[in-house]
């Protein structure tokens, strides 16, 4: 005790610092600055990720532009080894992203690659691959720090405009693009975009693996070409599977219920709305004149008020109102979900097997947001029974590969009980069998856990929602697995009983000196009355070549990749 | 010889009308009597277990396709034999069954179950199918003159069960052509081999003027249906003398007395009604203050069974009483706990006692 109060006596006596000194070490952090330190938080935490990342980040960018912009996606994707030795120690990279998109207007190129932070889709109601606009720009400045060269970029937005060539630096200091090089040069393609950066990174296949996301991605999106040249300059061509454009997502203004306190003061603040019941009905998307109204009148604020004049007190008293109002859902005309059809099929071309199906839900909505959940399942064929289902994840058309156990998506799989669909799973775990489930979610803002947009945040509305899908797929797949093992279990008795046919056709040859003939005769007598009694049994052997939609090469590559990846982990383990 | 070519005329008839139904398409069937207590009932005027009409069928389904076969298979096995006049051992005709593929049995108890199916069904011996039993009958010793025919010469021999000293003459497996003489006034069938011991070393058959026959635990059919010859023929009383537990009671005396469930096909030729239970009873227990071991569960089990199903003891009420009576002493005690008395206490004064009072025993 003695001892304690000594300690803090001579704490207080021999300050190490004071307020005047502390605060000339204090100034503000640039998000560039910030995230030299923090790389993890956007994916890129090791080498072989930060690889995957930066492609993906630039081809989600890509695929976004082309379906804004109403054009079908033809996207290269090429890793070129620069340390010259073709093998896996390699540590630096270039990697190259181009595609046939709308391309970017001059001034905007050097923000877009050179400023985290920047970006449309942000403050947009409306599904995209890229949310944040930090993805592309982030792995600009990885490469910048990993190599200290330039993100260099090539767009060109119509057939009689130049292109422009851009070389950038990121200031990290105060988080802007520095232009190193600027020029215009002849380019072969009517418009496009196309990304070069160098950086340190390490290639590997297996999962987790670039092939593995172009693969998923290329699934899920058929309507998007990919062509893709890997670090041993081995090329592989995605084609597209249809010429038909997903439905383009509208955007939507935000909806009530999803507004938190902060946003409503400052939408209050900039507004153009001249009284607060317009303001309702002109920011906010599913309310009327009599809605806005009531929100006023439950807050006991005139719908006539001006919206600037609110204060931070009355402004609460509006978010509280809301709530206590009802409200639509918001429209969904915002959301592109897959498709169960689309999603069933891009399963079957990846995986064989003997039984699919697939479930899409309803709209439905978190925090104001709307989203679709989507699930499809294969069973059995070549999925091996004796381990965890596989897991595919996808969000706004995006796999995602890393994170999986905490995802919520996991945890509805979790959740939901897979033995009474005739799967064996431990409680609250991910279950045992011959299964690969894929999993889409469609939304305007995809809750993720962090930036890197590994993770789906845990909503209780999403896990719902998704637990949903997942029973209705699970009641086809029972019924499936119901329907083979009853199956199985008639042939197996067929069989049994069969086998003794010929013991009482012999047992009555003896008994009664019957010749070879007659006991034949016994034989096939006996099976046709085994077959009229117990009738016609389906057949559900495994077919593989049923499935028509199969892409042997492209699973193969998958295999081969999942292949190598255990062989080093085993390798690893020795 | 006429009479084994019966069974083999009947296995045949049995086999044809199968075969015709085959080639009508009509799915095969066999019908055997189901053998257990839930299908008897206790005949009072004949003293014995007689079989109700409930019958078990094997067919071309999963669970009897198997014994569907190897019930032919073992018909054809008796016919051969029966053909040739030669005959099997239960056991031997286990291993045949090793020619048969997957229709072998895989244990005795299999075979055995299916052969006295086979023998319900046919309505016929299993000796007379050419099968018989491994073990030996039991032993006799006392006033009994046996006469048997000498296998090779086929002329009569006859055997005199007081010369074998202190050993004793063993029932052989088939015992329908035996013959008997004898002066006794009653058969005393014993439950152990050591009670018999000690009643033959002290001669008891010469004072009692009796046959005593170890049954061994529970009676062989050969035994059962020696005793019964001796109870129809010799019009002797019967009594049986065993352990004062249910085993001793159920499975001794009352399938002696009035057969089993399990064999209730045969019952008619094998059991002995007039039979009478001479102890250990219950009230012996006490009366003679034996000692005693504790029940075991399936001791208590057993007699909750015989009271609830056996109906046998359904009808004669003192088993009930004396069962009941059992299981509130929790206790059970053995033919050899008399020996608390002194060793020969069983010939001085247990045995005359019961000969000379009537009321202590049980039906």
Known sequence: ?574 | MAKKNKVAVLIKEFADDMYKKILKKKSPKIKTPLRALSNVKYDIKEGYFELLGKEKERALTTSTVKSFAQTLRLLGLSKEIVEKDDMATKREAYYVSKNWGEAKFNEQPESDTIMDDVEAMMKVNREQMGFIPEEKGGDIAGKLVVIDVDPDTGKEIKIDCTKFGSGAYSVPTSVEHLKFETKAKFVLAIETAGMFQRLVKHNYWKKANCILISMGGVPTRACRRFIRKLSDEKKLPVYVFTDGDPYGWMNIYRTLKVGSGNSAHINEFFCVPKAKFFGITAQDIVDYKLPTHPLKDVDIKRIKDAIKNDPFVHHHKEWAKCLNQLVKMKVRAEQQALAKHGLNFVISDYLPNKLKNAKTWLP
């Open chain 1, 1 to 574: 005790m003695a001892e304690q109060t000594k300690l803090t006596e001579t704490k207080t006596k021999k300050r190490r610092s004071n307020a005047e000194e502390m605060a000339k070490k204090q100034r503000e952090i640039s998000v560039a600055e910030f995230f030299e330190k923090n790389r993890h938080l956007l994916g890129f935490d090791n080498k072989r990720k930060a690889l995957l990342t930066t492609i993906k980040e630039a081809v989600d960018n890509s695929l976004d532009a082309c379906e804004e912009a109403g054009i079908l996606p033809e996207i290269n994707v090429e890793i070129i080894d620069l340390s010259g030795k073709q093998d896996a120690q390699s540590e630096k990279f270039r990697i190259i992203i181009e595609d046939n998109g709308p391309g970017i207007i001059k001034q905007q190129v050097p923000k877009i690659f050179a400023k985290l932070l920047y970006g449309s889709k942000f403050h947009s109601m409306k599904q995209s691959r890229g949310q944040q606009g930090i993805g592309i720009s982030a792995a600009a400045l990885y490469g910048q720090l990993t190599t200290g060269k330039p993100v260099r970029i090539i767009s060109k937005t119509s057939a009689n405009k130049p292109a422009h060539y851009y070389e950038l630096h990121i200031n990290t200091t105060n988080n802007k693009p520095e232009i190193v090089k600027e020029d215009i040069k002849e380019w072969k393609k009517d418009h496009g975009t196309k990304v070069e950066i160098d950086m340190e990174g390490s290639y590997q296949k297996g999962g987790q693996s670039v092939d593995e996301y172009l693969i998923e991605t290329a699934v899920v999106n058929p309507h998007v070409t990919i062509t893709y040249t890997n670090p041993k300059a081995e090329q592989r061509i995605f084609p597209r599977a249809t010429d038909q454009l997903p439905i383009e997502p509208k955007e939507i203004k935000p909806h009530p219920y999803g507004v938190e306190l902060g946003i409503l003061i400052k939408m209050l603040k900039t507004t153009s709305a001249k009284t607060l019941q317009q303001f309702f009905t002109t920011e906010f998307s599913r309310v009327g004149p009599s809605v806005a109204k009531e929100i006023c009148e439950k807050a006991s604020i005139v719908p006539k008020a001006k919206p600037t004049q609110i204060d931070r007190a009355h402004a609460e008293k509006l978010f509280n109102a809301i709530k206590e109002v009802k409200i639509m859902n918001p429209p969904t005309n915002c959301l592109s979900p897959i498709g169960a059809e689309l999603l069933e099929k891009g399963l079957k071309k990846e995986i064989n097997a003997e039984f699919y199906c697939s479930a899409s839900r309803p709209p439905s909505v978190y925090r104001g947001n709307p989203f679709i959940m989507e699930a499809a399942i294969a069973y059995g064929g070549e999925l091996p029974g004796d381990k965890q289902v596989t897991i595919m994840r996808f969000a706004n058309r995006v796999p995602l590969l890393y994170q999986q156990s905490a995802c919520s998506t996991t945890k509805s799989i979790a959740q939901t009980n897979w033995r009474s669909y005739g799967l064996s799973q431990s409680q609250n775990s991910i279950p045992v069998g011959p299964v690969a489930i894929v999993i889409h979610m469609a939304s305007v803002w995809v809750p993720f856990t962090s930036e890197a947009k590994e993770a789906l945040a845990h909503y209780p509305e999403m896990i719902k929602e998704l637990k949903l899908a997942l029973q209705e797929c699970g009641r086809k797949l029972g019924s499936y697995v119901n329907k083979k093992k009853r199956v199985g279990a008639e042939l197996k008795k067929r069989s049994y009983i069969d086998k003794y046919i010929p013991h009482v056709a012999d047992a009555l040859k003896e008994l009664l000196s019957l010749k070879d003939g007659e006991k034949e005769k016994i034989e096939t007598q006996l099976r046709d009355m085994l077959e009229e009694k117990r009738g016609e049994v389906e057949d559900l052997k495994f077919d593989p070549t049923k499935n028509t939609e199969y892409d042997e090469e492209m699973a193969k590559i998958k295999k081969i990749v999942e292949e190598e990846h255990e062989e080093k982990e085993n390798g690893k383990e020795e």
